[in-house]
């Protein structure tokens, strides 16, 4: 099966609007896809999710991994089936998370400088450098649900994301903070290399059983380019991936404001044209833009709903706190062109107070309007670049 068709490029960019085809159906990109890190898109029901013109659900196999467990979503069926949703899924590898609550810093500390040892990231507690540890094996951490002990290796990721079922899934990669020194991100372009051609090597060998017993399930494997802020190891990082037989690719590692154009582009310069690249956890519309323009196409973030759940609202005019007193007697929409169950129903007055009074209501419709308002963001680029504007 062909994962990916291109519609149309741009002439002045790297933009390209396009098709990823899975077995549960088509994407159209560029596409944002909603987060649902535990099988649900918080607050949302999937009607919701549809009628927002949602194409796809990002899940979290970290999470899905420590609770309920993939046996138990394999049994029900696979992910989209347990969560009762009729679109393709995604699901990430697991390891930013293993990462974010903190990688163990100590084994590298015999390798590095006195300097570097005080240069530890901040983000790293000294509790926490003793509840992960990486090695080239993998990555072993804690729950963070109970504290059980938990190892997560290429092969294993392979296989706990086979049986969440997700018609898109990650490699294993090492995600140091933006921050980290570039011995850390040096070393992390390597790992993540080897790691990822283990876990592709890992799902051929499912793939082969599959064909000897004639089961019809297609996963598409994307690999992670990993390298911080330094082009010269994005660029490394992109041609090791590039090298690999993925069907498509992921771009991880946090950016700033400031490099995130400039960072993606020198990847995707480098990236097989003719496959799907995925831009991990970029959400802010202007990022997007500045990612589409660099060869992106798809996105995933939790902010439109984090943000949506605590009032922060997006507009045309920037971004509001509805929660701010002024908009106690504003009855406008929150949008004017915005074509969301929210703005077609609610004045900012209303949310303003549900906000205000704590109401559950508030973080379902916040959550509407920030999803579909970046949906439609991006449906709106994707007719720009057919149309040839962008
Ligand atoms: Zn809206």
Not at 9 to 25: D, E, F, Q
Not at 243 to 250: E, F, I, L, M, T
Not at 303 to 327: D, E, H, V, W
Request: with cysteine; charged share 25%.
């Amino acid at each position: 099966m062909k994962h990916f068709s291109i519609n149309k490029k741009s002439k002045r960019s790297l933009a390209r609007a396009g098709v990823i085809h899975t077995l549960s159906g088509e994407i159209k990109t560029p596409a944002f896809i909603p987060v649902g890190t535990r099988a649900t898109v918080k607050g949302l029901k999937v009607n919701d999710l549809y009628d927002l013109g949602a194409q796809a659900i990002l899940a979290n196999t970290y999470h899905l991994h420590l609770r309920p467990g993939e046996k138990i979503i394999a049994k029900s069926g696979g992910l989209a089936q347990y969560m009762g949703a009729n679109l393709p899924t995604f699901t990430d590898s697991g390891g930013f998370q293993a990462f974010s609550l903190g990688a163990d810093l100590t084994k590298r500390r015999s390798k590095i400088s006195a300097k570097e040892k005080r240069d530890i990231p901040t983000h790293v507690s000294k509790n926490e450098r003793d509840i992960v540890h990486i090695n080239d094996d993998g990555i072993s951490f804690r729950s963070i649900y109970d504290g059980s002990k938990h190892f997560f290796t290429p092969e294993s990721c392979i296989d706990i994301q086979r049986l969440l079922g997700a018609d898109i899934i990650f490699s294993l990669d090492e995600c140091p903070p933006t921050d980290a020194k570039h011995s850390v991100h040096e070393n992390a372009v390597h790992r993540s290399a080897l790691w990822g051609e283990r876990c592709l090597a890992r799902l051929n060998t499912h793939r082969k059983k599959d064909r000897q017993r004639n089961v019809k399930k297609i996963q598409f494997l994307y690999g992670i380019v990993q390298g911080g802020r330094v082009r010269e190891l994005r660029e490394a990082s992109a041609r090791l991936a590039a090298a690999q037989n993925y069907d498509g690719y992921g771009i991880g590692g946090s950016f700033d404001k400031e490099d995130i154009g400039a960072s993606v582009f020198f990847v995707n310069s480098i990236l097989p044209e003719d496959k799907p690249r995925h831009l991990l956890g970029i959400g802010e519309p202007e990022d997007i833009l500045l990612a589409i323009k660099s060869g992106c196409d798809t996105f995933d973030c939790v902010a439109p709903t984090r943000m949506g759940r605590n009032g922060t609202l997006y507009t045309g005019q920037g971004k509001i706190n509805i929660t701010n007193s002024r908009f106690k007697n504003d009855f406008n929409s929150i949008d004017k062109e915005c074509d969301c169950f929210t703005c077609t129903n609610h004045s900012r007055g209303y949310l303003h107070h549900l906000f205000r009074t704590g109401e559950m209501l508030a973080g379902v419709l916040g959550s509407i309007h920030n999803l579909r308002y970046i949906i439609r963001y991006v449906e709106n680029i994707r007719l720009k670049i057919i149309d040839g504007k962008i």
